[in-house]
């Protein structure tokens, strides 16, 4: 069945509140959307384990698009749809750049895999490894300490970075020079807002694409509505009908969006998605 519209968006500020979570009135009101012919769509850059703190309050049918794209799930039965994966040679590439910084890169290993993450505690620095031991509570799966690239497996996800932004700017760079074959992303951290991750994936794996082969497979026609706050939801809000960003979001986002919505501490996707099927239906 065609739905009425879709509304594809990120989580982390724009719909959590002052925490990891959706607030009850945003999950309410997306319920009604769905109840009456919305198609609902979560996308982010979290692993999923992680990003279910914040989806598991619905209790509607929802796809979600974790690791940036790189594993697309339909929910509430946890069955994989699209997965755009990487080969380990890659992390060898990765390793020699990281080899002149000051902590190296962790990588992920997907739901269906434990969604664990991989990391050599011997090449971070003590700053980072506090910062793991806040991360590890916000998700369900085991982070593996490792001595050697091969302790990983053959395919995964996502890999990250963290850092200050002008070294992860530094990185980024490099990575792009050596290989034109990845998603290379720079964001702000939700758990830590003083630190810029690097997120690296296929491709493919990329918000606005994934949303694109989604309606492709399921043979959805209807109006996009998508909304995020961040640099790796630019793609998402290109390849919308109607595109929001909150107000607190950076400029090149606010540029490009149809729809400014309060910051979502203020539940402002409400007003805003109220705003775009006004737009949409006229």
């Not at 724009?14 to 012919?37: A, K, Q, R, W």
């Not at 034109?180 to 690296?200: E, F, K, R, S, Y």
Request: charged share 25%.
């Amino acid at each position: 069945m065609e739905p009425k519209f879709i509304f594809a968006s990120d989580i982390d500020n724009t719909l959590t509140g002052y925490d990891y979570f959706i607030p009850p009135e945003v999950v309410e009101y997306l319920t009604s959307l769905h109840v009456n012919g919305y198609e609902i769509v979560f996308l982010t850059g979290r692993c999923l384990s992680f990003a279910l703190l914040s989806t598991k309050a619905f209790d509607i049918p929802y796809y979600i698009c974790v690791q940036n794209g790189a594993e697309v799930i339909h929910m509430p039965e946890n069955t994989p749809v699209i997965q755009y994966f990487l080969q380990r040679d890659i992390l060898y590439d990765l390793d020699l750049i990281s080899r002149d910084h000051k902590d190296d890169f962790f990588v992920f290993s997907g739901f269906e895999s434990g969604d664990f993450c991989y990391y050599r505690p011997d090449r971070f620095s003590s700053e980072i490894l506090k910062y793991f031991e806040i991360a590890k509570r916000f998700s369900d799966g085991k982070w593996l300490p490792i001595k050697e690239l091969s302790e990983i497996q053959d395919e995964f996800p996502l890999v990250k970075f963290i850092g200050d932004r002008k070294e992860m700017e530094i990185i980024k760079e490099k990575i792009i020079k050596k290989r034109n074959d990845l998603n290379v992303i720079l964001m702000g951290d939700t758990t830590d807002p003083a630190q810029t991750i690097l997120l690296i994936t296929h491709k493919s794996a990329d918000k606005g694409k994934v949303l694109e082969v989604l309606c492709k497979n399921n043979k959805w026609k209807s109006p996009v509505i998508a909304a995020g706050d961040s640099y790796n939801d630019i793609s998402l809000l290109k390849n919308a009908n109607i595109s929001i960003t909150m107000e607190d979001a950076p400029d090149e986002l606010k540029k490009m969006a149809h729809i400014i919505a309060k910051p979502s501490t203020q539940h402002g996707i409400i007003a805003a998605l109220q705003e775009a099927a006004v737009r949409l239906c006229k």
